[in-house]
């Protein structure tokens, strides 16, 4: 008999919006029989131009939110706030898993191109100290461009992942690197890989463009097992999609993102 235990519980994620879609995917294939529920708080998105304490804030409301699904593990899909609440939140939650996400500034590092690393991110992932300690490891033996992005999360959330809008946003931003040597481009931002077919576009073909996706979604298979709450069916997990936005077409863009 296929026996789904108490660890048939779902893995709780949240974003800012629709951006932390582009992790559950990554979940999703390495982690098929879980089941997910997804909170996007769109309603209050973008996170990156507010406040440390408002986003802070925000962040409990949602955890809380999760918590109350009856969630076994939390994945805070989102860079900014990750950057700014992650601590505080495994120092309330103590009996819980609570994964994070940070731009991937390690694997860049790790590929040993020459040229720039650009780091694409919010305003806020790139000014908080979380970043800063990362950074520091690898700022004196590499170069290292920091591309705050305002802006673009807004876009996404309306749904606007490719077309002349993104293109000629990503160009402004990315364009004036192109006749550099450029070693890769980070994703620091769990809405951007929606617009990576965009980037590639302007990119030289050869620049990898690297986003933590597949990082945080191995992170989460490792603290399944570490805490012994693996869901043992062998059949596929249930996802249950939430929006502080109260719309229909926010759920639609989701599940249109989840299979993008
Ligand atoms: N997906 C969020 C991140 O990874 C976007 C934050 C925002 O809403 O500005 O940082």
């Given at each position: 008999?296929?026996?789904?235990?108490?660890?048939?519980?779902?893995?709780?994620?949240?974003?800012?919006?629709?951006?932390?879609?582009?992790?559950?995917?990554?979940?999703?294939?390495?982690?098929?029989?879980?089941?997910?529920?997804?909170?996007?708080?769109?309603?209050?998105?973008p996170?990156g131009v507010?406040?440390?304490?408002?986003?802070?804030?925000?962040?409990?409301?949602?955890?809380?939110?999760?918590?109350?699904?009856?969630?076994?593990?939390?994945?805070?899909?989102?860079?900014?706030?990750?950057?700014?609440?992650?601590?505080?939140?495994?120092?309330?939650?103590?009996?819980?898993?609570?994964?994070?996400?940070?731009?991937?500034?390690?694997?860049?590092?790790?590929?040993?191109?020459?040229?720039?690393?650009?780091?694409?991110?919010t305003p806020m992932?790139?000014?908080?100290?979380?970043?800063?300690?990362?950074?520091?490891?690898?700022?004196?033996?590499?170069?290292?461009?920091?591309?705050p992005c305002a802006g673009l999360v807004e876009?996404?959330?309306?749904?606007?992942?490719?077309?002349?809008?993104?293109?000629?946003y990503?160009?402004?931003k990315?364009?004036?690197?192109?006749?550099?040597?450029?070693?890769?481009?980070?994703?620091?931002?769990?809405?951007?890989?929606?617009?990576?077919?965009?980037?590639?576009?302007?990119?030289?073909?050869?620049?990898?463009?690297?986003?933590?996706?597949?990082?945080?979604?191995?992170?989460?298979?490792?603290?399944?097992?570490?805490?012994?709450?693996?869901?043992?069916?062998?059949?596929?997990?249930?996802?249950?999609?939430?929006?502080?936005?109260?719309?229909?077409?926010?759920?639609?863009?989701?599940?249109?993102?989840?299979?993008?």
């Open positions: 008999m296929n026996n789904c235990y108490v660890y048939d519980k779902p893995i709780g994620f949240f974003d800012s919006g629709v951006g932390g879609l582009s992790v559950l995917k990554e979940s999703i294939k390495i982690l098929p029989n879980e089941n997910y529920v997804y909170y996007g708080d769109s309603k209050n998105a996170y507010k406040s440390a304490e408002e986003v802070k804030k925000l962040t409990f409301k949602a955890v809380q939110f999760l918590i109350d699904k009856g969630v076994k593990a939390i994945v805070i899909a989102c860079n900014t706030a990750t950057s700014v609440a992650i601590v505080s939140l495994r120092n309330k939650y103590t009996d819980i898993p609570i994964v994070g996400i940070e731009p991937a500034l390690k694997p860049a590092v790790e590929i040993n191109r020459k040229g720039k690393i650009i780091i694409m991110a992932t790139l000014s908080e100290k979380k970043f800063n300690i990362l950074m520091n490891n690898y700022k004196d033996t590499n170069d290292i461009e920091l591309l876009l996404i959330e309306s749904g606007i992942i490719e077309g002349d809008k993104i293109n000629f990503l160009k402004q990315v364009g004036k690197f192109i006749n550099q040597d450029i070693s890769s481009v980070v994703l620091g931002c769990t809405h951007y890989p929606f617009i990576k077919n965009e980037l590639k576009n302007i990119l030289p073909k050869y620049v990898p463009i690297i986003d933590g996706g597949y990082g945080t979604a191995k992170q989460l298979k490792r603290k399944l097992e570490e805490n012994k709450i693996l869901n043992s069916c062998s059949t596929k997990g249930y996802i249950h999609i939430y929006n502080s936005l109260k719309k229909n077409n926010i759920i639609d863009l989701s599940y249109k993102l989840i299979n993008y």
